[in-house]
């Protein structure tokens, strides 16, 4: 009787230790880093806000953030935030702007899904209103965090050097990665389509329209919308990208 109760108290404790080293495997796999906090110039009423941005890969998902400097509610609409995920330089994913609905001292947003295994990093666009109008500002982006997909996902998306220039039109494009405000980037934005082809997207369809007030902004309600991927020369469609 001793020894059959010494053999099931080694064999739970072989189990345990079994359970112990599969939740640490998983645990050593996930990562998250976190981009520097930067402060945005004063906005109405001299307030300032803090931003940053993260991302982590389980699963793979990129947020940013915007706050009051003191922690003070701020009133509707006074601050709008925007989360991007790039993977090498292409953009990946995006969200559409997100405004307080009521007094708030804080607001993020964040992205949902992959273009593949590589590596990705996580910098969005805040927005706050100065008294006037929306103040834009880029957060800090974050260190680059690499991620592992699922074979599927994997052989669909692969990234090549991001082009960057004018084409016959006039237009620019190249990455929107080192942007610092909307009106910044490219006419043509390096972005995967759905189904993993690289292309451009435009920065027309991309950016949407500004609010003109808090109460606007607070009225805006986020939404998925799919617009066009373009080969460089801005015309030919290759695929579609969707805004979340």
Not at 22 to 47: C, E, I, M, R, Y
Request: glycine share 12%; proline share 5%.
């Amino acid at each position: 009787m001793k020894m059959r109760g010494v053999s099931t108290r080694i064999g739970v404790a072989v189990a345990a230790v079994a359970v112990a080293g599969a939740l640490g495997a998983g645990d050593a796999s996930a990562q998250t880093k976190v981009g520097w906090v930067g402060p945005t110039p004063p906005g109405a009423n001299n307030q300032v806000y803090l931003t940053t941005s993260t991302i982590n890969n389980a699963p793979l998902e990129a947020s940013s953030r915007i706050y009051t400097g003191f922690g003070n509610s701020v009133a509707s609409g006074y601050m709008g935030v925007q989360a991007r995920l790039f993977k090498s330089g292409v953009l990946c994913q995006i969200t559409d702007y997100q405004y307080n609905v009521g007094p708030a001292n804080q607001i993020s947003t964040n992205t949902y899904g992959n273009c593949g295994s590589g590596s990705y990093n996580s910098h969005g666009f805040v927005k706050y209103w100065t008294g006037t109008e929306y103040g834009d500002f880029l957060t800090f982006p974050t260190d680059p965090l690499n991620f592992t997909a699922p074979a599927a996902a994997t052989a669909r998306t692969t990234t090549g050097a991001v082009e960057t220039g004018r084409n016959t039109r006039g237009q620019s494009f190249g990455t929107a990665e080192t942007a610092r405000t909307d009106d910044a980037q490219p006419d043509l934005i390096a972005a995967f389509t759905t189904d993993g082809k690289q292309g451009f997207v435009r920065k027309t369809d991309l950016v949407g329209e500004t609010p003109s007030s808090p109460a606007a902004a607070a009225a805006h309600r986020a939404g998925h919308r799919s617009i066009s991927v373009v080969d460089r020369d801005g015309t030919t469609v290759v695929g579609t990208f969707t805004v979340s």
